[in-house]
């Protein structure tokens, strides 16, 4: 560990001993603690010490988490990864001790050299590789993969350090300094939403940590956290090409793999990255042996191919059959795909099922219409689920494509359970999702503004998102929240209500009849209807305004308000339970 360890110093008085160990001077520290340098009483060995804040070691849960992870710590077994010595508590403090790293951290390097060259950032790159190997092995995800915390001794061997602390305090916190579960520049768009991490996580980590050490700056940078965690999901990046032509095509291929925004797309572990980086110097060495002009540094599969350099010269022939060689032996190695396809009764299964299916679909063709809708009510007959589903696609919908005058009778009963059904699906489905809490007050408000955007109470949304925008503004920790309401907002003054407030203009109208007809009960209840409905929406105000004069109007408004309804009078009218006080 050096003194640039950490981001984000935070002053703390530093004790004389902890544990086992003489404390001798502090190397860094940040929000998950401070570091010391520490010399262990008997063996006299140098060790970095972090103590973690006592805040934390208040949080319910924390001293069981932090020795469940301790405990993985320990199985960790890789020459790139800081060894984890001890752990405790002394007077208090939690802390651990860990193996000291007489180097500099990639931050520094960073700064002192602007870039590296390709060659020395996949060097580092592949010696990450192995550290994440052996800790997703061992079931730990790091989290919070950045230069800084990547150390690098005098003989330019990288030790991985803070490993799997982040998942300690993995309780869904994701503020806006980055911190825990990731820092902004290097954060994958999946922990950006506040979704769990894997090892694709990290791969995107390592991705954006390639990309600075190769074009000396992040994958994306702003003015503000919030800014950049928002490019990581939904921007695009300049490929480090783009930004450094020497970089080998191959290396700049797997730089924006790694920053591909689904997991998905990335590498599926880090060994098959690591591998992959491992054989772009090689292919580079190979076809500069060939060419006797150019310097290996200098030259690329695209330079030669684009001047022609391969075809024309006399050992053209031999590169090209060097490169068709190691093309045609990476395609013989099996994908897992392969491997599966390669057994005989693998084979005859898929046979089998693709002639089911054929005959499944001859036997559907050749159903009568009859037949067909007793198939799709047998089908609703079953528990609601996917059948359901089946039963209008395949049944019903071609029925009604057939002839609708016939058979819209006799299926309508089912449209109606199947509208049921999208609706449960559409609406309960989206209550059962599992979402982050929010972590601030604004995040709260502009979730519930979002909300009201969907659930089409755009007028309501327009009025949480000034309030917001208007508290938010006169604080530089929550002015990004106020950027996003303004935006917001802004979108949404831009829809015109005529349209959303259909529903309840026909049921003014309606009222209204209803009234002429001397069904003043009816209209009563519609009334009171809309002002439930409406009566916080701006856009209604004319509604509320004809709601409230109706119902004023009424002979029956006074003994048929409930006593709860205060709402909806109007300003400075005393409800009639009041009127006797």
């Given at each position: 560990?050096?003194?640039?360890?950490?981001?984000?110093?935070?002053?703390?008085?530093?004790?004389?001993?902890?544990?086992?160990?003489?404390?001798?001077?502090?190397?860094?520290?940040?929000?998950?603690?401070?570091v010391?340098?520490?010399?262990?009483?008997e063996?006299?060995?140098?060790?970095?010490?972090?103590?973690?804040?006592?805040?934390?070691?208040?949080?319910?849960?924390?001293?069981a988490?932090?020795?469940r992870?301790?405990?993985?710590?320990?199985?960790?077994?890789?020459?790139?990864?800081?060894?984890?010595?001890?752990?405790?508590?002394d007077?208090?403090?939690?802390?651990?001790?860990?193996?000291?790293?007489d180097?500099?951290?990639?931050?520094?390097?960073?700064?002192?050299?602007?870039?590296?060259p390709?060659?020395?950032?996949?060097?580092?790159?592949?010696?990450?590789?192995?550290?994440?190997?052996?800790?997703?092995?061992?079931?730990?995800?790091?989290?919070?993969?950045?230069?800084?915390?990547?150390?690098?001794?005098?003989?330019?061997?990288?030790k991985?350090?803070?490993?799997?602390?982040a998942q300690?305090?993995?309780?869904?916190?994701?503020?806006?300094?980055?911190?825990?579960?990731?820092?902004?520049?290097?954060?994958?768009?999946?922990?950006?939403?506040?979704?769990?991490?894997?090892?694709q996580s990290?791969?995107?980590?390592?991705?954006?940590?390639?990309?600075?050490?190769?074009?000396?700056r992040?994958?994306?940078?702003?003015?503000?956290?919030l800014?950049?965690?928002?490019?990581?999901?939904?921007?695009r990046?300049?490929?480090?090409?783009?930004?450094?032509?020497?970089?080998?095509?191959?290396?700049?291929?797997?730089?924006c793999?790694?920053?591909?925004?689904?997991p998905?797309?990335?590498y599926p572990d880090?060994?098959?990255?690591?591998?992959?980086?491992?054989?772009?110097?090689r292919?580079?060495?190979?076809?500069?042996?060939?060419?006797?002009?150019?310097?290996?540094?200098?030259?690329?599969?695209?330079?030669?191919?684009?001047?022609?350099?391969?075809?024309?010269?006399?050992?053209?022939g031999?590169?090209?059959?060097?490169?068709?060689?190691?093309?045609?032996?990476?395609?013989?190695?099996?994908?897992?795909?392969?491997?599966?396809?390669?057994?005989?009764?693998?084979?005859?299964?898929?046979?089998l099922?693709?002639?089911?299916?054929?005959?499944?679909?001859?036997?559907?063709?050749?159903l009568?219409?009859?037949?067909k809708?007793?198939?799709?009510?047998?089908?609703m007959?079953?528990?609601?689920?996917?059948?359901?589903e089946v039963?209008?696609?395949?049944?019903?919908?071609?029925?009604?494509?057939?002839?609708?005058?016939?058979w819209?009778?006799?299926?309508?009963?089912?449209?109606?359970?199947l509208?049921?059904?999208?609706?449960?699906?559409?609406?309960?489905?989206?209550?059962?999702?599992?979402?982050?809490?929010?972590?601030?007050?604004?995040?709260?408000?502009?979730?519930?503004?979002?909300?009201?955007?969907?659930l089409g109470?755009?007028?309501?949304?327009?009025?949480?998102?000034?309030?917001?925008?208007?508290?938010?503004?006169?604080?530089?920790?929550?002015?990004?929240?106020?950027?996003?309401?303004s935006?917001l907002?802004?979108?949404?003054e831009?829809?015109?209500?005529q349209?959303?407030?259909?529903?309840?203009?026909d049921?003014?109208?309606r009222?209204?009849?209803?009234?002429?007809?001397?069904?003043?009960?009816?209209?009563?209840?519609?009334?009171?209807?809309?002002?439930e409905?409406?009566d916080?929406?701006?856009?209604a105000?004319?509604?509320?305004?004809?709601?409230?004069?109706?119902?004023?109007?009424?002979?029956?408004?006074k003994q048929?308000?409930?006593?709860?309804?205060?709402?909806?009078?109007?300003?400075?009218?005393?409800?009639?339970?009041?009127?006797s006080?």
């Amino acid at each position: 560990m050096t003194e640039s360890s950490f981001d984000n110093p935070l002053p703390a008085p530093a004790p004389q001993r902890v544990g086992h160990y003489l404390i001798q001077k502090e190397l860094g520290s940040g929000g998950m603690g401070t570091v010391y340098l520490g010399q262990h009483l008997e063996t006299e060995q140098l060790a970095a010490v972090k103590i973690l804040p006592a805040s934390l070691s208040r949080e319910p849960g924390f001293v069981a988490r932090f020795g469940r992870e301790i405990a993985a710590m320990q199985e960790l077994q890789s020459t790139n990864i800081v060894e984890l010595y001890e752990s405790g508590e002394d007077n208090g403090l939690y802390y651990y001790a860990m193996e000291y790293v007489d180097g500099e951290t990639l931050t520094a390097r960073l700064k002192r050299e602007k870039r590296l060259p390709w060659r020395e950032a996949i060097d580092i790159g592949v010696q990450v590789c192995k550290a994440l190997k052996a800790a997703h092995n061992s079931g730990i995800i790091h989290r919070d993969l950045k230069p800084s915390n990547l150390m690098l001794d005098k003989s330019d061997q990288v030790k991985l350090t803070d490993f799997g602390i982040a998942q300690i305090f993995a309780t869904s916190k994701l503020t806006v300094t980055g911190g825990i579960l990731g820092t902004a520049e290097y954060m994958s768009p999946e922990q950006a939403q506040g979704s769990r991490a894997t090892r694709q996580s990290d791969l995107y980590s390592l991705g954006a940590v390639l990309y600075v050490m190769l074009t000396g700056r992040p994958p994306f940078t702003g003015k503000t956290t919030l800014d950049i965690i928002q490019k990581h999901r939904f921007s695009r990046f300049d490929s480090p090409k783009r930004i450094v032509p020497e970089i080998p095509h191959w290396l700049d291929e797997i730089v924006c793999k790694c920053l591909s925004k689904k997991p998905e797309d990335r590498y599926p572990d880090a060994y098959v990255l690591m591998l992959r980086l491992q054989e772009v110097p090689r292919k580079v060495d190979l076809i500069a042996s060939e060419n006797h002009h150019a310097h290996p540094m200098d030259v690329n599969a695209e330079t030669i191919a684009a001047t022609g350099a391969v075809a024309n010269s006399p050992v053209g022939g031999t590169i090209v059959r060097e490169l068709f060689r190691a093309e045609m032996e990476a395609q013989r190695q099996p994908t897992a795909l392969g491997k599966v396809l390669d057994n005989i009764w693998v084979l005859a299964g898929l046979l089998l099922c693709l002639v089911v299916g054929v005959v499944l679909l001859f036997q559907w063709n050749h159903l009568s219409p009859e037949q067909k809708f007793a198939q799709g009510q047998q089908l609703m007959q079953q528990p609601e689920g996917p059948q359901w589903e089946v039963a209008r696609t395949q049944y019903f919908d071609p029925l009604l494509e057939l002839d609708e005058a016939e058979w819209r009778p006799r299926i309508e009963p089912y449209l109606a359970q199947l509208q049921l059904y999208d609706l449960k699906r559409q609406y309960l489905g989206r209550l059962q999702k599992k979402t982050p809490f929010p972590q601030s007050e604004p995040e709260s408000f502009l979730r519930q503004a979002v909300e009201l955007r969907t659930l089409g109470r755009v007028g309501e949304a327009r009025k949480k998102l000034a309030a917001l925008e208007t508290l938010a503004a006169g604080t530089a920790d929550w002015k990004p929240y106020a950027e996003i309401a303004s935006q917001l907002r802004e979108d949404l003054e831009r829809q015109p209500p005529q349209l959303r407030l259909k529903f309840a203009q026909d049921a003014m109208h309606r009222a209204e009849a209803l009234q002429r007809r001397g069904e003043h009960a009816a209209a009563i209840a519609i009334w009171r209807s809309v002002l439930e409905l409406y009566d916080a929406d701006p856009d209604a105000a004319g509604l509320i305004h004809q709601a409230r004069t109706h119902l004023k109007q009424s002979n029956s408004t006074k003994q048929d308000f409930p006593q709860t309804e205060t709402s909806f009078l109007q300003e400075g009218e005393v409800h009639p339970s009041l009127s006797s006080q």
